[in-house]
């Protein structure tokens, strides 16, 4: 079976200019969750998201927002990016919207460079 | 809210040698705790969780963690270090309910690196 993949691999960007990122998480799994991992550093929790609704959100500006589709994959928005936003985005797929009682299971991340 | 502290932000053990990692953790209520290993350029793996049940935690590739409540610790050990675990390794701690039933928060992670 095919494991959470997100796209793109690697992305390049310039302050100011805003991006968006892919999550396909496994088949059957309706919870995905987003996260930031800055280099150094562990990954830090931006959403969640279960049958299409947001159901956690952690203290990221509004500039980061997210939505999930019909199929349960998943978007990243990032607006007026800031040199900070510099890190790998990382996604994680899990049955439940409890998904602390399952295994969440990671992508392998997008690594998104600001310019 | 919960967080995590990893003591050792790099841990070094020959081939064979005992592995133990360290982690604290601070939460009002009962926690679930977690840890992931990370290779280079790879998402996330889950190696083993604590969710209220034994308090020693069996996990893969011969990893296992024992919670501790009264030292607010989980640390990860492993008998016998392989090259292959060589990696950086994160714990996490959740709680049930509150903001969001997905929400894992990390610590700053511990890279391990195996000699020969």
């Known amino acids: 079976d095919a494991g959470v993949t997100q796209s793109p691999t690697h992305l390049i960007k310039t302050r100011g200019q805003h991006v968006t990122l892919r999550c396909s998480p496994i088949s059957g799994h309706k919870s995905v969750s987003w996260y930031q991992q800055v280099l150094g550093q562990g990954p830090q929790f931006i959403f969640q998201?279960?049958?299409?609704?947001?159901?956690g959100r952690g203290n990221f500006p509004d500039r980061f927002s997210a939505r999930q589709f019909p199929n349960y994959s998943s978007e990243l928005n990032v607006n007026a990016l800031l040199l900070g936003d510099s890190a790998l985005y990382l996604c994680?797929?899990?049955?439940?919207?409890?998904?602390?009682?399952?295994?969440?299971?990671f992508g392998p991340g997008t690594r998104l460079t600001v310019l | 809210a919960q967080s995590v502290t990893q003591l050792g932000s790099h841990v070094s053990v020959s081939e064979g040698a005992l592995v133990l990692l360290r982690c604290n953790y601070s939460s009002s209520v009962p926690p679930y705790l977690f840890w992931y290993v990370q290779y280079p350029n790879q998402g996330l793996q889950l190696l083993l969780k604590?969710?209220?049940?034994?308090?020693l935690v069996k996990g893969i590739n011969g990893f296992e963690a024992e919670f501790k409540k009264s030292e607010t610790s989980f640390h990860l050990t492993k008998p016998s270090a392989h090259m292959s675990d060589a990696a950086e390794y994160f714990c996490?701690?959740?709680?049930?309910?509150?903001?969001?039933?997905?929400?894992?928060?990390f610590g700053q992670g511990t890279i391990l690196t195996v000699h020969p």
């Open positions: 996490a701690v959740s709680v049930f309910g509150g903001t969001s039933y997905g929400k894992l928060t």
């Open positions: 604590y969710t209220s049940a034994a308090t």
């Open positions: 998201y279960y049958e299409k609704e947001e159901r």
């Open positions: 994680a797929s899990s049955p439940r919207q409890e998904a602390i009682l399952d295994t969440q299971y």
